[in-house]
């Protein structure tokens, strides 16, 4: 990978970064799993250690040089604690074999950690990452088994930051959606601090690159905020990303497929940003989304297959939709690894009830 | 939606031949999420308990909870005018709800900015209501309507074309301003919503006809060859039923014959024939329309106009069909409240009903029909600017009676009729 890979890497970091948080309620609540946790943790970077190595010293130099001066204080401290753990388990990477005995003398409880780290172990190969290149590159297809059932949040959480990555990596943003937001905020700030002053020197490179800027920043978080909403209102199995000029003939199509992911609740469930790792992880070695040519600028619609009585508003219902079967179509796939957990499955449910539902909004892409 | 084929042919009832078929079109909402099989249960009671008609009906308002949420409107349409007991006819149901995005572009090359064609998912929201607008002699629309679900329904039944021949090109032919472009669209409409049925949606492509000409010396040929392959991705989706406006055909069609003289570059040739081949190509797939208007026929070539089944004249509108037109209008202005107050106006029946004499009832439809006879020879397009024009130069309030109102437009027609003999004379 050259400076592309070096992109994908800072990004998959920043995404950790945000999700470091809420996790951590989970684990306070959940005290006796926190250590079993730490050990799934560990083995998903012990078993592949040349991403975690990567995206640890990326992140340290790539970083700074990003948000070069004004990198505020919070931030730096969110990203110590990134580095740090990268740094953790790396170095258990190299003790793997003492981390496999830890897991024997886990309690009872504990053991359905230690049967999903079991389940991990074959992803990792390095067979595996071929299978999942040569899937990606002649089916369009990529495949990602989380060790577990995971929370309907986590689900609205997948779909955003794939959102946001596919719009970057398609080449309709011109940096990522964190990066975007950050150069917003610190456009804003110089404004606000030299209020009085000629307005217009300030402004970058003319008004309308701003307003564009701005005009795209504010869709997205439009409908990033409404697929929150819908996701907290109905079970959302399948979510598709249209980018092109129409949802009847896209150029291309992203298809998010969530049917054979197990919910559950959030005590049971896997940590969100542990499997968001595991997902871009896929997603990279598939090298699913990058492209050697330029793309078109083009719009994006977000459609959602979700239940017909939901009630939610802002989202255009399209009972007579059906998924467009020509142009490029490309299938992110994720599936919990059948556990029986006692998880109803997700095919049990009534496919009838669920119709698709459209973003009113198109979000144009924009270059600088 | 849950109906069936529904075609003269073929009664969609309980299979009762001597049945007359009522088309039922039910105005879904589109915030609606409602199943299809509920609304049509709603509607059918509601069809039950209001079944006595008087020709075209509709309904906005219902009693049904249901309905009030989810439905615009029902109505029951192309039917004679005459009382009808929907009882004793078979129903077809058609359920649809309009899409509201705006035309999308269709792109022939990645990063040619002119977009080729228009693209329109059907039933659109902005052709809804362009069939009932136009008004034209006794029987073009229906004629229309049949002539092409005809030809639709022979191609679903795998009609052999070689022993029966038949294709799905249209022609519109007339003088401008007669609304040919508007029938096409309202037909494409109108069909989507028939047969939606058999297909699950329509779509719409109105060609750009100029940008098919490229400034490189023999590539138009080419870019003709690209738009249909454009079209042909949407044709491979059997459940789409897909229409085709080439409108001014005959900039795409030229005749040959004129390039013999030498007037014609030959690149406009190889269009030409380009196109003849691509229509041809497409023609195969039974679910295309490709509807075409022109008004300088005798320019098109013979070959196209060879290919085309359904050569329909749309001429000027008669007197008969300029008051309806005018009707419509004053209508909408009653509605508006730009005509105040709301006064009852007849159509023609009721008038040939009461003979035509004149009395209080009749005297301002009476006073329309002669406006209407007075604006014989307008097309359509004008026809619709008269009440505009009528209020702009010769209202001298806001708001106005409709007496008042019928003799601005009075003059209006006047205005207009000297306006084009001054333009004739000046040519």
């Known amino acids: ?368 | 939606m849950e109906v069936g084929w529904n075609h003269h042919q073929h009664p969609c009832g309980d299979g009762i031949a001597d049945r007359v078929e009522v088309h039922i079109e039910v105005h879904v909402k589109s915030q609606s999420t409602a199943r299809r099989a509920e609304v049509r249960t709603h509607v059918l009671a509601l069809l039950d308990r209001h079944s006595l008609v008087m020709g075209f009906f509709k309904w906005t308002e219902f009693d049904d909870d249901f309905l009030t949420k989810n439905v615009e409107s029902v109505a029951v349409v192309d039917v004679e005018a005459q009382p009808l007991d929907l009882k004793l006819s078979s129903l077809c149901i058609h359920i649809f709800s309009l899409n509201d995005d705006g035309p999308s572009m269709l792109n022939l090359e990645e990063e040619e900015e002119l977009s080729a064609a228009n693209h329109w998912l059907l039933p659109a929201a902005e052709f809804h209501g362009i069939w009932e607008s136009l008004v034209y002699e006794e029987g073009i629309k229906a004629q229309l309507l049949d002539y092409v679900s005809t030809a639709i329904f022979f191609s679903d039944k795998n009609v052999d074309s070689n022993l029966v021949a038949w294709n799905r090109v249209v022609l519109l032919h007339g003088p401008p301003g007669t609304g040919k472009t508007s029938l096409c669209k309202a037909l494409a409409q109108k069909l989507s919503i028939r047969l939606s049925g058999r297909y699950s949606y329509g779509q719409f492509v109105e060609i750009n006809s100029h940008s098919l000409f490229s400034k490189w010396f023999s590539e138009s040929g080419k870019l003709v060859t690209k738009m249909f392959q454009k079209i042909q991705e949407l044709i491979d989706e059997k459940e789409a039923l897909v229409f085709v406006l080439i409108d001014e055909v005959e900039s795409l069609t030229a005749a040959r014959n004129a390039s013999q003289a030498g007037t014609e570059p030959s690149d406009a040739i190889r269009v030409v024939n380009s196109v003849l081949t691509q229509l041809d190509q497409i023609k195969r797939h039974p679910n295309v329309v490709i509807l075409t208007t022109s008004n300088v026929t005798e320019k098109i070539d013979l070959a196209f106009v060879d290919r085309a089944d359904i050569k329909q004249y749309i001429g000027l509108p008669s007197a008969q069909a300029i008051f309806n037109i005018y009707l419509s209008c004053l209508e909408e202005l009653m509605k508006r409240q730009i005509i105040y107050p709301r006064q009852q106006l007849l159509n023609l029946e009721e008038l040939d009903t009461l003979n035509y004499i004149e009395s209080d009832v009749t005297e301002l439809s009476l006073h329309l029909q002669k406006i209407a006879e007075k604006s014989v020879g307008l097309s359509g397009r004008t026809l619709r600017k008269i009440p505009f024009l009528a209020h702009a130069l010769y209202a001298k309030t806001p708001v106005m009676t409709v007496e008042r109102f019928l003799s601005a437009m009075d003059k209006a027609v006047d205005h207009q009729m000297k306006e084009r003999e001054k333009l004739v004379n000046c040519v």
């Open chain 1, 1 to 368: 990978m050259g400076e592309e890979g070096l992109g994908k890497e800072g990004e998959l970091n920043k995404f950790m970064t945000v999700v470091t948080k809420p996790d951590s309620r989970v684990e306070i609540q959940a005290d006796g799993q926190t250590e079993g946790r730490d050990g799934e943790t560990e083995s998903s970077g012990g078993l592949c250690p040349n991403l975690p190595v990567n995206t640890a010293a990326f992140t340290a130099a790539g970083h700074e040089d990003a948000s070069q001066t004004a990198a505020n204080i919070s931030e730096e401290t969110l990203h110590g604690e990134d580095v740090k753990e990268n740094r953790d388990s790396t170095e258990d990477a190299e003790s793997q074999q003492d981390k496999s005995s830890q897991l024997g003398h886990m309690s009872g409880q504990q053991e359905s950690d230690s049967r999903q780290v079991s389940v991990q172990q074959p992803v990792c190969d390095d067979d595996n990452d071929e299978e999942i290149m040569r899937r990606a590159r002649e089916e369009g297809r990529v495949d990602v088994v989380f060790p577990g059932c995971v929370t309907q949040d986590g689900c609205c959480r997948f779909v955003c930051e794939l959102l946001k990555c596919v719009l970057y990596q398609r080449q309709q943003l011109p940096m990522t959606y964190d990066q975007m937001v950050f150069f917003q905020k610190q456009q804003l700030a110089t404004t606000q601090l030299e209020e009085g002053a000629v307005r217009k020197s300030i402004r970058p490179s003319g008004d309308s690159t701003w307003q564009r800027c701005q005009r795209t920043l504010r869709d997205l978080d439009e409908v990033l905020g409404h697929l929150e909403v819908l996701f907290s209102l109905s079970y959302v199995p399948r979510v598709l990303f249209i980018l092109g000029s129409s949802g009847i003939l896209p150029t291309e199509l992203y298809e998010i497929n969530m049917e054979a992911l197990v919910q559950g609740g959030s005590d049971r469930s896997l940590r969100t940003s542990q499997c968001l790792r595991r997902l871009f992880r896929t997603l990279f070695v598939a090298d699913l989304l990058s492209d050697v040519k330029p793309v078109r600028l083009m719009g994006t619609t977000i459609m959602a297959l979700a239940h017909r009585d939901c009630g939610v508003e802002w989202f255009k219902p399209k009972v007579d939709y059906r998924v467009p079967k020509r142009g490029k179509r490309q299938v992110i796939s994720l599936a919990s690894a059948a556990s029986g957990s006692g998880q109803a499955k997700a095919d049990a449910r009534d496919w009838d009830d669920y119709i698709w539902f459209q973003t009113p909004v198109t979000i144009k892409g924009f270059c600088k």
